[in-house]
């Protein structure tokens, strides 16, 4: 007896972890926490001569991500949406990540269910958060403009770089917006609704009165 009966090639394949032979609500899972197992930063400053500089890191390992924003653009029965570098699986294209393109209801629904692990993924990232480089100006130009302390002027980059598995914008972007708030109790849920981290750059000057 086939457990998925209707299933052809390029459908996707469902796990009977209970062994009964069918595919039903008995056969789900605990699949990923929302939650990580570890978090925490980085921080370095140095300087030398006239010159500073400073380093902000930071990590999560352990959580999971259920990529919401990824199942709609890959749930093949919504003919709408899709990424650009998409690729259903064909008999040219035997993908066993996507699989084939139908119309909505019956096979094609059971293929884009959400609640699959298809759509779970680590959350894990390591991001340098902050860089920054500065530069004393001489005393005796500050002196000459009536500037009595130490004046200075840098630059900062903000969310310079994220190493991550992730296949969504930011890792961090979880959770969905309801009625202009966000659900706390979502973390770990990428719905595409919240904005990822921006890539920041500032230019600044302080000055020493």
Known sequence: MSIQPNARPGDVKFADLNGDGTIND????AAGHGIPD????????SRFGSFDF??????????????????WTERMDDPTNYRADLRPWTED????????ALKEGGQAASNARLNSDRFMESGSFLRLQN????YVLPSSLGQSAGLRGDSRVYVNFQN???????KGLDPEATGIVFNDSRDALLRGVDAGQIYPNPRTVTLGVTLGF
């Open 26 to 29: 008995d056969d789900r899972y």
């Open 38 to 45: 570890f978090e925490g930063g980085m921080f370095l400053n």
């Open 160 to 166: 310079v770089l994220t190493l991550t598995g992730y």
């Open 54 to 71: 400073g380093l902000g890191m930071q990590y999560s390992v352990g959580g999971d991500v259920m990529n919401v924003a990824r199942w």
């Open 93 to 100: 294209n035997p993908s066993r990540t996507t699989p084939r």
């Open 131 to 134: 860089l920054e480089f500065g």
